[in-house]
């Protein structure tokens, strides 16, 4: 196969592909890549299967030789040779038309399509894509990692794509959010709707208000106006920002969304120097930021009161399974050493959050440990129709001066409950009582509810097993996904309300209905864990490693988020743990660094490409220490009449995290079979309108792809094999419904390894060095006998051990002498004083400390059962339920271009 170039390109842009870091310094001119191959024309090839299924995947690409306008620079690919037998194509002729402008690129001819094959064949069918000459994520991945890798990155520009979210780097806030805080599907937007609607590609932005910075990025800087408060244009109330114009020597502004003049406050005031700008710009964090935080007035507190500190309520179950299992013992011991380490400001020596305690079976236990008291004391509450809080004072507490009885209660619970025969619980009434008492106390906080079973005791939200496998590939389907009873969707209503944010940790050895017991959590900004069939000694690491993380998390409490934008477009669509009361406040009873809310944005005028379009997300929110504050992210991005510009700007990464939360609240309202088929549309609609305007004329056998979409397909396949968006009788319905809700509030590193996971060789480490070994593509083609290898997408991960792996590593990492002697029992590799073991150990925590979720390790061994589980997250291969592999996939995304352009 040939790899063609094409001459420099003559497109003007300020900004260029993602690949290169070096460029970000103004308007040049820049040729657009693209990635042009020959698949076999359409007719041949057969329909994706109708059942998609095994895990979700994410993208990175192929080693294609970039030319980057050079002409002549065409090196061929040694990886991709002619396959003999190709057909070639029936009937295409070349097109003649208007392309736009040429462009460089990187042209990959795919079997099929070249002159030279022998003519028509009838006899064996077609040879299949050597899986090298296909855009590869890792390669993508690994490209950027070295041309942007360990680099600054500031944020001086609008409209500059950052390095990937696989990249390190390090960020510095130049006057627009870092991309930790946000990210784009395209730093630069089209012009009008009309060009909007061409393309097809989505416009969105995914914001992690809270997201973690790295300890050597600086934090948010605090600024306070005192009594006059933040200072906000008076027509759209956009906030002080570095999108602001000063006027008139100093003494106006004018504002950068809504472009009303505006007075500047006195005591704002300032003078401006030669070019305009105020002479104290670097020295206010809100003019020359993208992100800061005010301290809010008593104006932005709830009955202009300020806020009392949150509080954090623990309600276990203690019901039979809970107490036999060893379980509720577990949490108890556990939370004894947990409350000293509540999360507090840097500042503080102890943490202001206020703690209470609460058991459940049937009924409801308070109960009060004052600091005063020998003895906690428990109140029942059996009429769990009319939740009540039995008492105020007591109830929650500060656990520094409880901490005895507290103690105390902690020892005694276990016990209290050794003989109970009681295995029906209730749930819907814990959370009420949960939200009353928070509600009584005046105070926002978090409920920390550790439940087993479907809750059958006659109760207000009293729910029956409806799980119904007949019910897969029907239209019916969607009601699996929706809640049973609709007292779930008004409790997380009053939930929000009273700023009651519901963390859950199930614990099912059986259906329990996710889709209803989550719903409250996934609406009130919580976070949901699960573990299936919980052992004491194999799960605990997990869930304690689960519980210590979420309870130290950085938080922000009764929060309420607001995106606006310049004009000509605006906000229209939120995707989260969020609940809407109305078009435009998206809120959040609690919302952490791990919780991203997706927005996509539409037009409602033209676009100007000399002022951009700018985006303002501000959130109010009340902090641990119960001060009410507001946190501001800015970013401007880049508008063109030239949709090669908004090919060249996108982001694959943040393409599929939209496309995979508007499909999980697609399959709310619509059959399955309709959503993967809007899935695949829209990827043909956005790659074929590429070819039509942007691309340079070729063969219609060509499958062309931008440059920064070249991983797309390979994305795209994997959501569609995710178990959510795939009705099969062999996936749990709950399992579905966890992963469903879980990927409605992930940001978009953790879509990107949730579908398309890590695959790490281990069997060849330089264990002198301290770097993680580089990824293999998800493919069982890279696995091998004499290899060891780590899976991991951020909830599970496998170690796989070939056949033949070398016996010093089996000794190293297991202290057994073979193949034969690995136990697949154990959930931990052991503690070795040995390089091998140590180092690891070093890559396994390196994974998961990046990730929310603690991922439970399983030891898989070649050709034993269990591998059936693992080859489900070999993304890249068909998957046993029948969902395409990555190559027969662009083949049919190909099928599907060619009829759009025909």
């Known amino acids: 196969m040939q790899i063609n170039s094409y001459g420099p390109s003559a497109i003007q842009s300020s900004h260029t592909s993602s690949g290169h870091p070096a460029s970000f310094q103004g308007p040049q001119p820049l040729p657009l890549t693209q990635h042009q191959m020959a698949l076999p024309p359409g007719p041949q090839i057969p329909p994706p299967a109708n059942n998609f299924s095994g895990l979700c995947a994410q993208s990175s690409l192929p080693n294609m030789a970039r030319q980057d306008g050079i002409p002549g620079s065409g090196l061929p690919n040694p990886n991709l040779q002619q396959l003999p037998g190709q ?73 500059q794509v950052p390095p990937l979210v ?321 007292s779930y969707e008004s409790l997380a209503r009053d939930c929000v309300a009273n700023g009651c944010c519901v963390n859950l940790f199930l614990f099912p050895n059986q259906y329990v209905d996710i889709a209803s017991l989550g719903l409250v959590t996934m609406h009130t900004g919580g976070t949901l864990y699960k573990y299936n069939n919980f052992q004491l000694n194999s799960d605990s690491p997990q869930f304690l490693t689960d519980l210590r993380r979420d309870i130290e998390k950085k938080t922000g409490f009764d929060a309420i988020m607001r995106v606006r934008t ?140 931008p440059d920064a979409m070249k991983v797309l397909p390979v994305y795209v396949n994997c959501l569609l094999k995710s178990s959510v968006l795939t009705g099969r009788p062999e996936i749990p319905t709950d399992e579905r419904a966890y992963h469903r809700q879980l990927v409605m509030s992930m940001g978009v590193a953790d879509t990107q390894l949730f579908f398309y996971p890590q695959l790490l060789p281990i069997h060849n480490l330089d264990l002198k060095s301290d770097a993680v070994p580089a990824a293999v593509r998800c493919s069982e083609e890279r696995l091998s006998e004499g290899g060891a290898f780590i899976l991991a997408n951020g909830l599970s991960m496998f170690l796989w051990l070939g056949v033949s792996t070398p016996p010093e590593l089996i000794q190293g990492l297991f202290n057994v002498p073979s193949f034969a002697h690995i136990s697949t029992e154990a959930t931990l590799l052991p503690d070795l004083a040995n390089p091998y073991s140590k180092k690891i150990k070093s890559i396994v925590e390196h994974i998961q400390n990046q990730k929310p979720y603690t991922m439970k390790l399983m030891i898989v061994k070649q050709r034993e059962q269990p591998e059936m589980l693992f080859r489900q997250f070999l993304v890249e291969d068909k998957s046993i339920h029948g969902g395409a592999s990555y190559v027969d996939f662009l083949c049919c995304v190909h099928k599907e271009i060619c009829q759009l352009l025909n």
Do not use: W
Not at 103 to 114: C, E, I, R
Not at 443 to 449: D, E, S
Not at 679 to 705: D, E, F, G, W
């Open 87 to 159: 057909t070639p194509g029936p009937g295409y002729h070349p097109q003649q038309g208007n392309y736009g402008p040429q462009m460089a690129g990187s042209q990959l001819s795919y079997p099929g399509a070249f002159p030279g094959g022998p003519a028509q064949l009838s006899g064996p069918p077609q040879k299949r894509l050597d899986p090298d000459s296909i855009p590869s994520p890792i390669q993508v991945i690994e490209n950027d990692k070295s041309s942007r890798g360990g680099q600054i990155y500031a944020t001086n520009t609008r409209g």
């Open 166 to 486: 696989t990249t390190d780097c390090l960020i510095q806030d130049q006057g627009h959010a870092s991309p930790r805080y946000i990210r784009c599907t395209t730093y630069c937007f089209p012009s009008t709707s009309d060009m909007a609607k061409q393309a097809r590609i989505p416009l969105a932005a995914v914001i992690q208000p809270f997201a973690t910075v790295p300890q050597n990025e600086t934090p948010l800087y605090v600024v306070n106006h005192g009594e006059a408060g933040p200072i906000r244009c008076n027509r759209c109330k956009a906030y002080m920002c570095p999108f602001m114009q000063f006027i008139e020597g100093g003494r106006r502004y004018q504002c950068g969304f809504c472009n009303c003049i505006n007075d500047v406050p006195p005591f704002f005031f300032q003078h401006l120097d030669h070019i305009g700008r105020r002479v104290d710009h670097y020295e206010r964090p809100e003019l020359s930021l993208g992100s800061y935080e005010y301290v809010a007035t008593l104006d932005y507190c709830r009955n202009n009161k300020p806020p009392n500190p949150p509080a954090y309520i623990f309600m276990i179950d203690v019901s039979y399974r809970n107490i036999n299992s060893g379980l509720v013992k577990l949490i108890c011991d556990e939370l004894k050493t947990l409350l000293d380490k509540l999360p507090r400001e840097e500042q503080e020596e102890s943490s202001a959050i206020r703690v209470g305690f609460v058991t459940y079976n049937k009924v409801l236990h308070f109960f009060n440990v004052k600091s005063n008291l020998a003895q906690p004391q428990m109140m029942v509450v059996s009429d769990v129709g009319e939740v009540f809080v039995p008492l105020l004072d007591g109830f929650l507490v500060n656990f520094q001066e409880s901490r005895s009885v507290v103690n105390n209660l902690l020892d005694q619970i276990p016990e209290m409950f050794a003989d109970t025969n009681e295995s029906e619980t209730i749930f819907a009434p814990v959370i009420q009582a949960g939200m009353e008492a928070l509600k009584a106390a005046e105070c926002a906080g978090k409920l920390f509810i550790f439940h087993s079973s479907l809750p059958t005791a006659e109760a207000p939200g009293k729910l029956r097993n409806r799980d119904d496998k007949k019910l897969l590939n029907t239209d019916k389907e969607k009601t699996l996904f929706q809640p049973q009873v609709n």
């Open 566 to 705: 310049s004009t000509g477009f605006r906000a229209t669509d939120f995707f989260g743990a969020i609940y809407m009361n109305n078009t435009t406040d998206v809120e959040m009873a609690a919302v952490d660094c791990d919780k991203a809310v997706t927005v996509e944005f539409k037009h409602d005028d033209k676009l100007n490409e000399d002022s951009g379009a700018l985006i303002q997300c501000a959130v109010l929110y009340t902090s641990i220490s119960g001060q009410r504050r507001l946190r501001i992210h800015n970013i401007g991005l880049n508008c063109s009449t030239q949709l090669a510009d908004v090919y060249k700007t996108c982001e694959t990464d943040a393409l599929i995290n939209f496309f995979a939360k508007s499909a999980f609240k697609a399959i709310l309202s619509q059959p399955l079979k309709a959503v993967r088929e809007i899935l695949v549309s829209q990827t043909a609609h956005m790659l074929a309108c590429y070819r039509k305007n942007c691309a340079s004329p070729s063969a219609v056998s060509q499958l062309i792809l």
